[in-house]
């Protein structure tokens, strides 16, 4: 038997084992083949997705420039500061309004302390202010300044507390606004109002007291001396004669004697709180607060006098050659269950008793006292 060596067996083995490794590196490279194709596949893609997401980007990041843009002009074209202010008290972004108002570029600003921006005067009024924005409490006041270039100005402040993601207060936002012309309309409407009220409550002839004011302060002044139980009391006096006076030298004359008389009691009385008002026509009171009779009294010889020496002629009075006056005084304490018109009433009386007994002196309610 002839058998076969290892020699003999080893150039098939070597041609099998060749065929092999042949059909198994066809499919390894087919394999490989497909695989580069999908990440090839998948890398255009790939690119494709990213292009569109940088355009996207691109979008995005032009829109929100155009954001900005718009943003900061709208910032800078509002007549209004606009301002972040760290918790250290300095400036990390002001608007145009800081640039114009304060007469310096925005950079100078930007990171200096509000006190260096605004002056130390200035800071010293809102100082307080800052301090409560930076614990937390949102701010709204007005106060005034003087600009660099010696403005002054009334400025409306709002502060708002900015806070962190801890809630921390890491310093405040301010919104300031120029009222100055809110504030002078509203002087300008208040002197308006204040001139409307005085035309309202002065005679407009003699310059002294209307009705309406007497009725007013006696009121007034009546309450008062219920609560205190001081006295209160009245002048109540009239010209002698003035129908005549006027028939003799004309109306005009008329209106001039009588401005001259008002504006001369006037000066006569001396006390803030003492009113000379025209009572009507030619009559005249003088309320006078906290002031006993004997009080009243002095002042009413004093406007005697004071009238006597002012010596206007009239040439047509049956009483004198000069125009004099008859007065009625009263006085008395107010109690809570009387009225002012009592007291009114009281110098009336005495008023009319003044002129029956000839006129040109003065007569106290209730007695016969006369000079």
Not at 63 to 77: G, P, T, V
Not at 279 to 293: A, D, K, R, W
């Amino acid at each position: 038997m002839i058998r076969a060596t290892q020699a003999d067996a080893t150039p098939q083995k070597l041609i099998t084992s060749r065929k092999l490794h042949t059909w198994m590196d066809a499919d390894y490279v087919s394999e490989l083949q497909q695989r580069v194709s999908r990440l090839a596949v998948e890398l255009q893609q790939t690119r494709a997705q990213l292009k569109l997401e940088q355009q996207d980007r691109i979008q995005v990041e032009l829109a929100l420039r155009e954001c900005n843009e718009q943003l900061r002009q709208i910032l800078d074209s509002t007549d209004a500061g606009i301002a972040f202010v760290d918790a250290e008290r300095r400036y990390q972004f002001v608007n145009r309004f800081y640039e114009v108002r304060f007469n310096r570029s925005r950079d100078s600003i930007l990171g200096k302390y509000v006190w260096d921006v605004i002056g130390d005067n200035a800071y010293a009024i809102v100082k307080n202010y800052i301090d409560r924005a930076l614990a937390g409490k949102p701010q709204s006041f007005e106060f005034g300044m003087t600009y660099l270039n010696g403005d002054y100005a009334y400025l409306t402040s709002c502060l708002t507390p900015s806070l962190n993601s801890d809630q921390a207060v890491i310093g405040y936002y301010l919104f300031v606004f120029d009222s100055t012309e809110r504030r002078r309309l509203e002087l300008s409407l208040q002197a308006a109002n204040a001139e409307l009220e005085q035309l309202a409550t002065l005679d407009g002839l003699t310059h002294v007291a209307n009705r309406r004011k007497f009725d007013d302060y006696l009121a007034q002044e009546w309450q008062r001396a219920v609560r205190s139980q001081q006295p209160l009391s009245l002048i109540l006096f009239d010209i002698d004669a003035f129908k005549c006076y006027n028939d003799t030298y004309g109306h005009p004359t008329g209106d001039a004697c009588l401005i001259q008389i008002a504006q001369t009691v006037e000066a006569t009385v001396e006390r803030a709180t003492d009113v000379v008002a025209r009572y009507g026509g030619e009559e005249f009171v003088v309320v006078l607060p906290n002031t006993s009779l004997p009080g009243a009294v002095a002042i009413a010889e004093q406007i005697h006098q004071a009238i006597r020496a002012l010596a206007i002629p009239h040439e047509s009075s049956a009483v004198s050659s000069i125009v004099t006056i008859s007065s009625g005084i009263a006085s008395l304490v107010p109690t809570a269950t009387g009225s002012p018109e009592e007291l009114v009433a009281s110098a009336d009386r005495a008023l009319y008793a003044a002129k029956q007994q000839g006129r040109d002196r003065y007569v106290i309610d209730g007695a016969l006292e006369q000079k």
